[in-house]
Nanobody, 123 residues
Framework: QVQLVESGGGLVQAGDSLRLSCAAS????????MGWFRQAPGKEREFVAS????????NYADSVKGRFTISRDNAKNTLYLQMNSLKPEDTAVYYC????????????????WGQGTQVTVSS
């Protein structure tokens, strides 16, 4: 089992930045590829970014490319999402997730999920 706890969400204005963190415990963090997903009210959960176990591969949704950066610190068992130039359409609950094997962009491939952290961007 891997336990994931997100933090860092909040209410910000358009153009601001936030950094989300996801603290992992349980199994060896570096054994898992990680992803960030988000879900806005009335919408399906969508892929945001993913990162491989040793950070050599990263993928981003087109909607966040150039604005968001995913990273991880395996020594600290922590995943990050740096979000810059935030837009109102980024408003959602953000979830981190873990999977074995290669990183993926589809939610149903991930095994472990955090509870989520709310990000609200006002215009």
């Amino acid at each position: 089992q891997v336990q994931l706890v997100e933090s860092g969400g909040g209410l910000v204005q358009a153009g601001d930045s936030l950094r989300l963190s996801c603290a992992a415990s349980g199994r060896t963090f570096s054994n898992y590829a990680m992803g960030w997903f988000r879900q806005a009210p009335g919408k399906e959960r969508e892929f945001v970014a993913s990162i491989s176990r040793i950070s050599d591969r990263r993928n981003y949704a087109d909607s966040v490319k150039g604005r968001f950066t995913i990273s991880r610190d395996n020594a600290k068992n922590t995943l990050y999402l740096q979000m810059n130039s935030l837009k109102p359409e980024d408003t959602a609950v953000y979830y981190c997730a873990a999977k074995t094997g290669f990183a993926a962009t589809t939610a149903n491939e991930y095994i472990y999920w955090g509870q989520g952290t709310q990000v609200t961007v006002s215009s």
